[in-house]
């Protein structure tokens, strides 16, 4: 069990890094990294670019992925002993 918690242990920790990155990789009010891949090109309808669509797509992924390591974490610690 041990080497179950540590394995959820550092997933947590890497997809939490991860997750910040993308977090911070979002258009504010300005630009944001999302430009970077095309999102200076969308349209003056208001709409979001395609870019900025798929970066909130895999920043909810990311997020559900890490929500279940913290869940599973839990779980593993709650059980152990």
Same mark, same amino acid.
């Given at each position: 069990? /041990?080497?179950?918690?540590? +394995?959820?242990?550092?997933?947590?920790?890497?997809?939490? @890094?991860?997750?910040?990155? *993308?977090?911070?990789?979002?258009?504010?009010?300005?630009?944001?990294?999302? /430009?970077?891949?095309?999102? +200076?090109?969308?349209?003056?309808?208001?709409?979001?670019? @395609?870019?900025?669509?798929? *970066?909130?797509?895999?920043?909810?992924?990311?997020?559900?992925?890490?929500?279940?390591?913290?869940?599973?974490?839990?779980?593993?610690?709650?059980?152990?002993?």
């Amino acid at each position: 069990m /041990d080497i179950l918690k540590i +394995a959820l242990e550092v997933f947590l920790a890497v997809t939490g @890094v991860f997750l910040v990155f *993308l977090i911070l990789a979002h258009k504010g009010k300005g630009g944001g990294m999302s /430009d970077m891949f095309g999102g +200076a090109m969308s349209s003056t309808m208001g709409g979001s670019s @395609v870019a900025e669509r798929n *970066l909130n797509r895999i920043t909810v992924g990311m997020a559900l992925v890490w929500l279940a390591a913290i869940v599973g974490l839990g779980l593993v610690v709650r059980f152990q002993g």
